[in-house]
């Protein structure tokens, strides 16, 4: 069984990400904290009640208050694990958080340079050649195809291509999936300084 | 005098076991997957949620408010615990337990058994009540 990786639960989006995958402040917008202690006061008041008017032929009463006790302690703990998870930034709804494996969060250029990534250019080495972006290193789809990688998976990368071409993002996700850390494509509005 | 011991030791071990999994939710969230019973997304929800379970437990039966209550889920959850365990060690899983320490030898019989345990303990405080010095002789007391 292939071991999975559990960081992104602690991931939180920085500024300036354009982001495709939904992070967990984007999906718990959906579902706030306010909401979250409702629910578990409504969840309470209302099942609390229905159990403990229940007739006395069909639960005992003793039982009866302890069975209710037990649905008022689950709603708290409910309650209070929604509340301090939004807090922490962890997922209440890791069914929505959780990204797949294979989608790639864009960079612009300006957070990627203030990250300290590392951008490669994953066109022909004539296209490099001819105009790149300042800092980047070339690193050809035809040899990334061939076996090359980029050297070290704990680095922190961005691919680019030109517009429109979808390399930069194949590349990213072929990283990432072989357990790169860190892999972002270039946004494409960036695409501006390579083609002005 | 003897079920305020029992509750204390109870509470003191649901408390324990809260703690450091609430301070690295990500490591329990890896145990719960190396345990291989439930689907990817179901257990990173539960590992998020079950350590505040026992908080509220454990907080709960220290201070002996809805003593007879708090037994009752502690009992379900020991034998939720125990039958974990032993399906792993039944599998031949190589995991850590995860029940107090992140880092802690593998799972096995004898996790069982110490649920086992537990669910006695549990079992006690339903059948016997709270004891002395419980919230519950304020709030319902007749």
């Known amino acids: ?196 | 005098m003897k079920t305020t011991t029992l509750r204390l030791l109870l509470g003191g071990i649901f408390l324990a076991a809260a703690l450091e999994k609430i301070q690295y939710p990500v490591s329990f969230a890896e145990m719960v997957e190396h345990y291989q019973l439930l689907p990817f997304q179901v257990g990173v929800w539960l590992a998020l949620v079950l350590p505040y379970l026992e908080l509220v437990l454990g907080l709960a039966l220290v201070l002996g408010f809805l003593s007879r209550s708090c037994a009752l889920l502690a009992a379900g959850l020991s034998i939720v615990f125990g039958l974990a365990s032993f399906s792993a060690w039944w599998r031949g899983l190589d995991v850590s337990c995860g029940c107090f320490h992140s880092q802690g030898p593998p799972v096995s019989w004898i996790h069982s058994l110490l649920d086992i345990g537990l669910l006695a303990l549990a079992i006690l405080i339903l059948r016997i009540g709270p004891g002395r010095w419980a919230l519950d002789d304020f709030f319902y007391s007749d």
Not at chain 1, 105 to 125: F, H, K, M, N, Q
Not at chain 1, 146 to 170: I, T
């Open chain 1, 1 to 196: 069984m292939k071991p999975r990786d559990f960081r992104h639960l602690l991931a939180k989006p920085s500024a300036g990400v354009v982001s495709r995958s939904r992070g967990n402040d984007d999906a718990n917008a959906a579902f706030p904290t306010p909401v979250a202690l409702l629910f578990s006061v409504f969840a309470d008041l209302v099942f609390g009640r229905i159990l403990r008017a229940a007739p006395e032929s069909t639960v005992k009463t003793g039982w009866r208050d302890v069975v209710a006790g037990a649905w008022t302690l689950l709603s708290i703990s409910l309650g209070l694990a929604l509340f301090v998870n939004h807090a922490r930034g962890l997922p209440i709804q890791p069914w929505r958080a959780l990204p797949s494996a294979t989608s790639i969060t864009s960079l612009d250029l300006d957070s990627a340079r203030e990250r300290g990534a590392i951008l490669i250019d994953t066109r022909s080495p004539e296209e490099y050649k001819t105009r790149h972006l300042s800092g980047a290193l070339n690193l050809p789809y035809q040899e990334v195809v061939e076996g090359r990688r980029p050297p070290s998976r704990r680095g922190r990368y961005v691919f680019y291509c030109s517009p429109g071409c979808g390399r930069a993002l194949k590349v990213a996700q072929l990283a990432a999936a072989e357990g790169y850390h860190e892999v972002f494509v270039l946004d494409q509005r960036a695409y501006v300084e390579l083609y002005p």
